[in-house]
Protein backbone atom coordinates (compact mmCIF):
# COMPACT_ATOMS: atom_id res chain seq x y z
CA UNK A 1 0.00 0.00 0.00
CA UNK A 2 1.39 3.27 -0.84
CA UNK A 3 1.31 5.77 1.49
CA UNK A 4 2.98 9.73 1.13
CA UNK A 5 3.21 12.08 4.13
CA UNK A 6 4.11 15.85 3.36
CA UNK A 7 5.34 17.46 6.12
CA UNK A 8 7.56 20.99 6.90
CA UNK A 9 4.45 23.39 6.02
CA UNK A 10 3.85 26.38 8.67
CA UNK A 11 3.47 30.01 8.83
CA UNK A 12 6.62 32.27 7.57
CA UNK A 13 7.08 35.51 6.85
CA UNK A 14 7.36 36.86 3.16
CA UNK A 15 10.98 36.48 2.67
CA UNK A 16 11.50 33.64 4.91
CA UNK A 17 11.96 29.93 3.84
CA UNK A 18 10.50 26.32 4.63
CA UNK A 19 11.72 23.21 3.58
CA UNK A 20 8.58 20.80 2.73
CA UNK A 21 9.14 16.94 2.85
CA UNK A 22 7.50 14.13 0.92
CA UNK A 23 7.97 10.94 3.07
CA UNK A 24 7.32 7.69 1.01
CA UNK A 25 6.71 4.05 1.50
CA UNK A 26 4.66 0.79 -0.76
CA UNK A 27 6.47 2.82 -3.31
CA UNK A 28 10.19 3.68 -4.76
CA UNK A 29 10.59 7.48 -5.30
CA UNK A 30 13.89 7.02 -7.19
CA UNK A 31 12.25 5.30 -9.53
CA UNK A 32 9.38 7.47 -10.07
CA UNK A 33 9.00 11.32 -10.98
CA UNK A 34 7.69 13.02 -7.90
CA UNK A 35 5.64 16.35 -8.31
CA UNK A 36 4.90 18.77 -5.69
CA UNK A 37 1.61 20.92 -6.46
CA UNK A 38 0.06 23.78 -4.52
CA UNK A 39 -3.76 24.87 -4.45
CA UNK A 40 -5.15 28.18 -2.94
CA UNK A 41 -8.69 28.97 -2.27
CA UNK A 42 -10.03 29.65 -4.95
CA UNK A 43 -7.25 28.70 -7.71
CA UNK A 44 -6.07 26.21 -9.92
CA UNK A 45 -4.34 23.20 -8.85
CA UNK A 46 -0.77 24.27 -10.09
CA UNK A 47 2.17 22.04 -10.39
CA UNK A 48 5.39 24.09 -9.31
CA UNK A 49 8.32 21.53 -9.63
CA UNK A 50 8.91 17.79 -10.09
CA UNK A 51 11.93 15.59 -10.12
CA UNK A 52 12.66 12.79 -12.95
CA UNK A 53 13.92 9.54 -11.58
CA UNK A 54 17.16 10.46 -13.38
CA UNK A 55 17.22 13.36 -10.96
CA UNK A 56 16.35 16.06 -13.95
CA UNK A 57 14.53 18.82 -12.02
CA UNK A 58 11.97 21.19 -13.40
CA UNK A 59 10.34 24.48 -12.33
CA UNK A 60 6.93 26.75 -12.45
CA UNK A 61 8.09 29.90 -13.83
CA UNK A 62 6.68 31.13 -10.57
CA UNK A 63 9.13 29.52 -8.36
CA UNK A 64 12.00 29.42 -10.75
CA UNK A 65 15.12 30.35 -9.24
CA UNK A 66 13.61 30.48 -5.00
CA UNK A 67 12.14 26.53 -5.01
CA UNK A 68 14.97 23.27 -5.23
CA UNK A 69 13.65 20.13 -5.10
CA UNK A 70 15.70 17.18 -4.24
CA UNK A 71 15.54 13.55 -3.38
CA UNK A 72 17.27 10.95 -0.68
CA UNK A 73 16.98 7.74 -1.88
CA UNK A 74 18.37 6.38 1.49
CA UNK A 75 15.15 8.20 3.13
CA UNK A 76 12.68 7.58 0.07
CA UNK A 77 11.95 11.31 0.84
CA UNK A 78 11.67 13.89 -1.48
CA UNK A 79 12.10 17.78 -0.19
CA UNK A 80 10.85 20.79 -1.70
CA UNK A 81 13.26 23.82 -0.48
CA UNK A 82 11.46 27.06 -0.65
CA UNK A 83 13.25 30.53 -0.31
CA UNK A 84 11.97 33.86 -0.78
CA UNK A 85 8.56 32.99 0.39
CA UNK A 86 5.76 35.42 -1.17
CA UNK A 87 2.49 35.58 0.07
CA UNK A 88 1.10 34.60 -3.18
CA UNK A 89 3.10 31.12 -2.38
CA UNK A 90 0.71 30.60 0.20
CA UNK A 91 -1.46 27.33 -0.83
CA UNK A 92 -1.61 24.00 0.16
CA UNK A 93 1.31 22.02 -1.21
CA UNK A 94 0.80 17.84 -2.24
CA UNK A 95 3.40 15.57 -3.54
CA UNK A 96 2.35 13.56 -5.93
CA UNK A 97 3.98 10.60 -7.81
CA UNK A 98 3.92 8.36 -10.82
CA UNK A 99 4.66 8.09 -13.95
CA UNK A 100 5.70 11.45 -15.67
CA UNK A 101 2.59 11.28 -17.39
CA UNK A 102 -0.05 10.32 -14.94
CA UNK A 103 2.03 13.61 -12.14
CA UNK A 104 1.72 16.16 -14.91
CA UNK A 105 -2.07 15.01 -15.28
CA UNK A 106 -2.70 15.45 -11.65
CA UNK A 107 -3.15 11.62 -11.11
CA UNK A 108 -0.78 8.96 -9.61
CA UNK A 109 -0.04 8.81 -5.76
CA UNK A 110 -0.82 11.31 -3.74
CA UNK A 111 -0.42 12.52 -0.03
CA UNK A 112 -2.68 14.93 2.37
CA UNK A 113 -0.99 17.63 1.74
CA UNK A 114 0.85 20.51 4.61
CA UNK A 115 -0.22 24.10 4.77
CA UNK A 116 2.04 27.02 3.57
CA UNK A 117 1.00 30.15 4.82
CA UNK A 118 3.22 33.13 4.13
CA UNK A 119 2.35 36.64 5.69
CA UNK A 120 3.22 39.99 3.98
Known amino acids: QVHLVESGGGLVQAGGSLRLSCAASGVMLRINTVGWYRQAPGKQRELVAG???????NYADSVKGRFTISRDNAKNTVYLQMNGLKPEDTAVYYC??????????????WGQGTQVTVSS
Open 96 to 109: AVGPPSTVVSGKGY
Open 51 to 57: ITSVGSP
